[in-house]
């Protein structure tokens, strides 16, 4: 009997504590599935709130934005929160704290609701408003560019709304009232242009009465304690949930370590053996796919494109590369990156499931290749032409946001296979063309390449033998002819006496390292010169030069060296499309400027950029880009246009340099636009020389 008692006793004790475990497990399942259910509700809210506030901040930022996504996002932000309230978990008597917060917390959520609905309404007419106010002048231009002086004051207008707009800073709106009564004072008596100005003038005061309660609406909505009274909320019931889970867990443990735990001893000493065993199989397996596969996409890659190469019979190579990949990276995060990049593998797949002899590779980052076997041209260029078409119609969905890509493609069925496709597909990524490359030797690739190559060697070669040297353009006085400045221009002179200009290499070299030498070369040399001199100099900087560290230090080394110096000359500002830390070249010019240095932004009128530069940048001096200032004598447009910069410029009291000026006739004209400096061949072509005085 004791014998069958024990057995029985250990039966019973054994059957109790997995019907206690299985209770207990079953408890623990229901409070995380619940506590699951509302921290994802507290992640809803804080999700839709951020992106509630970001198309507040783009709406209010640009001109046309759907105001049915801040719709939408609200309607979420309120689904999320109703969620919240339904959640089974909050009816419990240990969670009544919490419940009576979350109640409370949806005054926070209607507060911010309302202010965003008022926002929404005021939204439309300001917009609207800035869009006419803005544009009117432009579309009007040949109308009332003919009231100069109405024509000014009218922009005049323009630019503070603008400044007030880019600002959000509605004190930038103070003194339009007496710009408008000027205003009212140069309107024609009667006619159209009197009806223009004065529906001008009806905008900006609906500007004037609205804009600031619109500041307020929206600074409202920044400073909302929405996002603080949630995370205090999230924060109590994460800290009451605690204690339920820390409950369940060391009862649950009591129980499991009462019962399993010879068992598991025994399980794990038998089973060790055997888990090992697969782990390397898996591990064997697994070193073999990723030496064979891309780990993200699951393509074959690089690595097997180049041990299945010499198995191809008569293969073509398509080379696929997507198009500005970087700034996907950069704008969504490489999380989205991957995603469009494992996408990308999906369709590149499923196009060639029903091929035969057709293999698909990642061959780098963005690069794709597909290798096709005994195909005709034709062929190729009609499935490549297909898959192109099909990828850029694909809508990849990056949070929400449906996001198209343009790839380009080049085909190469001459070996080296893939080196001659990316010759192609770089050739067409510098035409632009929208079709598909093929290589061909015809196209002399490679001949280029070797150009730049020996380029790079003679830039080398120059900085090597000191020959990368400065001539200078003089920069004259219109008044009186008188030379005020120069520019100093970067040439090279060659070893046998012949000099090149910066059309001949700064393009090929401006992403390498040579192009910071000759940066430092040029500055360094123009130091000299300007000792002998008392003229003011210029010297030309792109804006990525101004984002790096190690130039930027040589600069600042020089001025600090010699500050006499530096207080005469003028930086002139390129523009750079690598350009990523605007305000490290704000804080350059900003230190710049101290040593007495004065900026100017070079082509001015050439692009809608160089407005930014102005408004965001401390900007001295305007250069006037040539292919306007040249045309200004056979195009009217063009002249107009210059007078209107001139007239800006004087508004926002700077400097105006005209530049490209090749004859009297030109010159008169600026003069009588009252441009005061000009700059070009009819006044001096550059020299190795300047004027000592």
């Known amino acids: 009997m004791r014998a069958f008692l024990k057995p029985l006793i250990a039966f019973v004790v054994g059957a109790a504590s997995v019907g206690l475990l299985v209770y207990f497990y079953q408890a623990q399942r229901r409070i995380e599935t619940s506590y699951k259910e509302v921290r994802q509700a507290f992640f809803d809210l804080n999700d839709h709130y951020r992106r509630l506030n970001y198309e507040i901040l783009r709406t209010s930022l640009f001109a046309y934005v759907n105001q049915d996504v801040i719709m939408r996002e609200l309607k979420l932000l309120n689904a999320a929160y109703a969620r919240l309230e339904r959640s089974e978990i909050l009816r419990r008597e240990r969670y009544r704290s919490n419940k009576q917060e979350i109640d409370a917390f949806g005054k926070t959520l209607d507060a911010y609701e309302a202010t965003v609905q008022d926002f929404m309404m005021l939204n439309a007419g300001i917009k609207n408003s800035f869009v006419f106010v803005v544009s009117l002048p432009t579309e009007h231009a040949d109308e009332i560019g003919t009231q100069t002086r109405l024509y000014a004051q009218m922009l005049a207008v323009v630019a503070r709304l603008s400044q007030a707009r880019i600002l959000a800073d509605a004190s930038f709106l103070d003194d339009i009232s007496s710009k408008i009564q000027r205003l009212e004072t140069l309107r024609p008596a009667s006619g159209n242009l009197r009806q223009l100005v004065a529906n001008f003038e009806l905008h900006v005061r609906y500007l004037l009465a609205h804009y600031p309660r619109f500041v307020t609406l929206t600074s409202h909505i920044e400073a909302s304690p929405f996002k603080q009274r949630l995370a205090a909320v999230e924060k109590h019931f994460m800290a009451t949930a605690r204690g339920d889970f820390k409950m369940l867990d060391r009862f649950a443990a009591l129980l499991l370590a009462l019962f399993v735990f010879a068992v598991i001893a025994i399980i794990v000493l038998l089973m060790r053996t055997e888990r090992e065993n697969r782990r390397l ?31 191809f019979e008569s293969p073509a190579l398509l080379l696929l590369n997507i198009d500005h990949f970087k700034h996907i990276n950069d704008f969504y995060g490489t999380a989205a990156g991957d995603a469009i990049l494992h996408e990308v593998a999906a369709l590149l797949r499923e196009s060639v499931e029903t091929l035969k002899d057709v293999y698909v590779f990642r061959l780098g980052g963005d690069d794709f290749g597909i290798v096709l076997q005994n195909p005709a041209a034709d062929e190729v260029r009609r499935f490549a032409r297909a898959l192109k078409a099909r990828i850029e119609a694909h809508a990849f969905t990056v949070d929400a946001v449906e996001v198209y890509l343009t790839v380009t493609a080049a085909v190469s069925m001459t070996k080296p296979l893939l080196e001659n496709a990316d010759l192609a597909l770089k050739y067409e ?128 080394g020089l001025f600090d060296r010699h500050k006499e110096i530096a207080s005469r000359l003028d930086i002139e500002l390129l523009e750079s499309e690598e350009l990523d830390d605007f305000s490290a070249v704000r804080a350059f010019l900003e230190r710049a400027r101290s040593y007495g240095c004065k900026i100017a932004i070079d082509d001015f009128g050439s692009g809608y950029s160089n407005f930014a530069y102005m408004l965001d940048l401390p900007v001295d001096i305007l250069k006037i880009d040539g292919s306007l200032v040249g045309k200004i004598l056979a195009d009217a447009q063009k002249a107009l246009t210059v007078r209107t910069i001139a007239a800006f410029a004087r508004d926002m009291k700077l400097e105006v340099i005209a530049e490209f000026v090749e004859d009297a006739e030109t010159a008169a004209m600026l003069r009588d636009f009252g441009i005061a400096m000009a700059q070009g061949y009819y006044f001096g072509r550059p020299s190795p020389n300047i004027d000592r005085d």
């Open 281 to 311: 199989r898996r591990l064997e397996a697994e070193l073999r796919y990723a030496l064979e596969h891309d780990t993200l996409t699951g393509l074959f890659s690089r690595r097997q494109f180049e041990a299945l190469l010499p198995t």
């Open 429 to 556: 990524k510098t035409r632009q063309r929208g079709d598909v490359v093929f290589f061909s030797e015809a196209q002399h690739l490679k001949e280029a390449v070797r150009h730049n190559l020996q380029v790079m060697q003679t830039v080398k070669d120059a900085l090597d033998r000191d020959a990368v040297v400065p001539w200078f353009q003089p920069i004259v006085r219109l008044s009186d002819g008188e030379v005020v400045k120069y520019e100093a221009l970067v040439r090279i002179v060659r070893e046998d006496g012949t000099v090149e200009g910066p059309n001949r290499f700064l393009r090929i070299i401006s992403k390498t390292a040579y192009y910071r030498r000759i940066t430092q070369v040029m500055v360094e040399k123009v130091f000299v010169r300007m000792a002998d001199a008392h003229h003011r100099f210029s010297i030309n900087l792109s804006m990525r030069d101004l984002a790096d560290d190690k130039l930027c230090a040589m600069l600042f």
